[in-house]
């Protein structure tokens, strides 16, 4: 236990001095271009499968159960990884579409393949989703083609869309990545169709819910109308944040991160997406 804080202490002290460099030379870390940033987004995607599951088996581990030591896991590390070293912004169907839309195309701009969560757990957790829906774009898209070029194609643009669609309709969640986010800046380099059962990020989110773990806000949040509500129960199955409950035969909202899923599959249309006040 000893051993285990002060690797987790060090671990903290790591990513408070990653935090202060990038607030003292921001393009050093958080540019577009930066040669570094490129190269640890490199990094990251070469082991990205077994990092995933070594978070699968720390998640599972009576290490998260613990109060005391789950909140050093997510100081050390979780923490930061979801708030700045990958950090997830999950959207609307139509708030997706509309940024895919805004995105160039180019040659090989974007490229689709393997989910990395399936593949590190699918197995695991008998996921039933699609495998072929990790869309990289931006910096992604030439790191995990020139990685894994037997597993990634490039893909069109209308393409990457009806990946999303088809995923949306068998309750995926878009969410769009960027790497070493540090206010504001973009460094997108995928469009992940995350589901309940696998995704690590949201399996993450639900471990560290104590915590507060936090995504970018998604632009939008659901809201329902409780004189449409039929209390079903429709909305709560497909939130893959655990962020919906029944109460008194209503469907509540809680932390909503902005999916759009529950409003999506509600049989009543008794959920509307508003614009968040960010
Ligand atoms: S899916 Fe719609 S009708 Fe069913 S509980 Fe949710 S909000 Fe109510
Ligand atoms: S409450 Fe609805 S929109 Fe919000 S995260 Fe859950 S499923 Fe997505």
């Known amino acids: 236990m000893r051993q285990m804080r002060i690797s987790l202490g060090m671990m903290a002290t790591v990513n408070r001095a990653v935090s202060l460099m990038t607030l003292h030379n921001p393009e050093l870390f958080t540019g577009e271009e930066s040669g570094l940033r490129l190269l640890m ?15 699968w088996f720390t998640f599972q581990s009576p290490l998260a159960k613990i109060n005391v030591t789950r909140k050093l896991m997510y100081l050390a590390l979780a923490k930061f990884m979801a708030e700045h070293a990958i950090a997830g912004n999950y959207m609307t169907l139509d708030e997706v579409v509309d940024f895919i839309n805004k995105l160039p195309e180019g040659n090989s701009a974007f490229a689709v393949g393997p989910c990395r969560c399936r593949l590190a757990i699918g197995h695991r957790v008998s996921c039933p989703h699609p495998l072929e829906t990790d869309i990289v774009i931006a910096s992604g898209t030439p790191i ?40 504001g800046s973009t460094n997108y380099f995928a469009i992940c169709n995350c589901c309940k059962e696998a995704c690590l990020p949201i399996i993450g989110y639900r471990v560290f819910k104590p915590e507060k773990m936090k995504f970018i806000p998604g632009p939008s949040r659901a809201v329902v109308d409780p004189e449409l509500c039929q209390g079903c129960g429709a909305c709560v199955k497909v939130c893959p944040f655990e962020e919906r409950v029944l109460v008194g035969g209503r469907s509540h909202t809680i932390n909503c991160q902005g999916c759009g899923l529950c409003a999506f599959n509600c049989p009543q249309k008794a959920i509307t997406m508003v614009k968040r006040a960010l």
Not at 41 to 55: D, T
Request: aromatic share 18%; hydrophobic share 45%; glycine share 6%.
């Open 41 to 55: 987004l490199k990094i990251y995607a070469r082991f990205e499968v077994q990092l995933l599951k070594v978070f």
């Open 144 to 183: 995990w083609l020139a990685l894994f070029p037997k597993d990634y194609r490039v893909i069109p643009k209308d393409e990457a869309i009806h990946i999303i669609k088809d995923g949306y309709e068998k309750g995926l969640a878009p969410g769009v990545f960027r790497h070493m986010y540090y206010k």
